[in-house]
């Protein structure tokens, strides 16, 4: 699945959740589907770049210094816990936010008892 097309169904299926909870006292949930939600994009972002130089380049894309991301883009931790930890700093949620990923909560937060 491409970016583009991962988008807008994160986006459906977000709208469709906060819809069902919106009259629903939801936050501690939502917060933590959304933390997971958040790291499960990370680690699909992190396994497309497959190749240790794509994932070098685009971690300096993300503003990691060159050294850095030649250490991370050559490690050997699997999607997942790549996912929960430099990755997190390279795709903040600022940055997921800014590339057009979803928030639960930040939906949550638009649309809660209107």
Do not use: A, D, F, P
């Given at each position: 699945?491409?970016?583009?097309?991962?988008?807008?169904a994160l986006h459906n299926v977000i709208?469709?959740?906060?819809s069902y909870f919106q009259y629903a006292d939801a936050r501690e949930n939502l917060t933590a589907?959304?933390?997971?939600l958040n790291r499960r994009i990370r680690m699909c972002i992190w396994k497309s770049?497959?190749?240790p130089k794509t994932r070098v380049h685009?971690?300096?894309k993300?503003?990691?210094p060159q050294w850095r991301a030649y250490?991370?883009?050559?490690?050997s931790k699997g999607y997942w816990a790549a996912a929960g930890s430099f990755m997190e700093v390279a795709a903040s949620n600022r940055n997921l936010a800014r590339a057009g990923y979803p928030s639960l909560l930040g939906y949550y937060?638009?649309?809660?008892c209107r």
């Open positions: 699945m491409g970016y583009e097309q991962r988008k807008k709208r469709g959740w906060v589907i959304g933390k997971w770049w497959k190749l685009n971690l300096i993300c503003g990691i250490q991370w883009g050559n490690t937060e638009k649309y809660h």
